[in-house]
């Protein structure tokens, strides 16, 4: 198997969800008491959460620059970001080192092509709601997005940064969400993507209103496929 390096601390749950994930399907694919050859960087999330400013997202590049550097040198054969948001620096990263960097909307668009998705809703934090480095990589696989709602922006921000990120799932928050999706439905959207790791925690992946493209379960059996060689 080869091993595979991962960005994480942003969120440390993401981080843990991550983990957890690679490693249940490299068992499943290779048989117990298979686990996966991994390499993590946890991060400070300190000075890389609710990013804004030009300045702010240049400390960010730098910041997962100089992980992705450490985890080429220490054996890494791959690289992951373990968060959708700061894929918003991924060509920085990219560019940083000489070993392939997994993209995971670019993971989650291949998987909505293949299944023949046309039109779907984007959820996840504001950036990645809104600004176009997340959004163009669905778009250029022939995906048609629903513009987002700000009501919407602003209801999915604050749950993700006031309760997930803290490790609370409220009932509340999973209402919410229920209602956003059902409202999604009613738009037109044939499937929904999480764009944010932590939205797991409170909506129900295998069994909604609508099929959910959970993209770090997605980004996560691209991980598996490459540490296995497929």
């Given at each position: 198997m080869r091993k595979i390096g991962l960005i994480g601390g942003m969120s440390w749950l993401s981080t843990r969800t991550y983990y957890d994930h690679i490693n249940k399907l490299v068992q499943t694919r290779k048989g117990f008491p298979a686990s996966a050859p991994m390499l993590i960087e946890s991060l400070d999330y300190t000075s890389l959460s609710r990013l804004s400013s030009a300045e702010e997202w240049k400390h960010a590049a730098e910041t997962l620059c100089d992980s992705a550097k450490r985890l080429e040198g220490a054996g890494a054969s791959a690289l992951l970001i373990g968060a959708n948001a700061m894929h918003k620096v991924y060509d920085r990263v990219a560019e940083a080192v000489g070993v392939p960097v997994i993209h995971i909307a670019e993971c989650v668009a291949a998987k909505m092509a293949a299944d023949g998705v046309k039109k779907?809703?984007?959820i996840g934090t504001r950036?990645?709601?809104l600004e176009s480095f997340y959004r163009q990589k669905l778009i250029q696989r022939d995906i048609e997005l629903l513009p987002p709602e700000m009501g919407f922006v602003e209801t999915l921000d604050r749950i993700i940064y006031d309760e997930l990120l803290q490790g609370k799932a409220s009932r509340?928050?999973?209402?919410?969400?229920?209602?956003?999706?059902?409202?999604?439905?009613?738009?037109?959207?044939?499937?929904?993507?999480?764009?944010c790791t932590e939205l797991e925690m409170v909506v129900d992946v295998?069994?909604?209103?609508?099929?959910?493209?959970?993209c770090t379960r997605i980004h996560a059996e691209a991980a598996v496929d490459w540490i296995l060689g497929d």
């Open positions: 779907a809703a984007l950036n990645v709601m509340q928050a999973e209402r919410e969400l229920k209602t956003i999706l059902t409202n999604l439905a009613q738009d037109g959207a044939e499937a929904v993507v999480l764009g295998d069994a909604n209103v609508l099929p959910i493209y959970d």
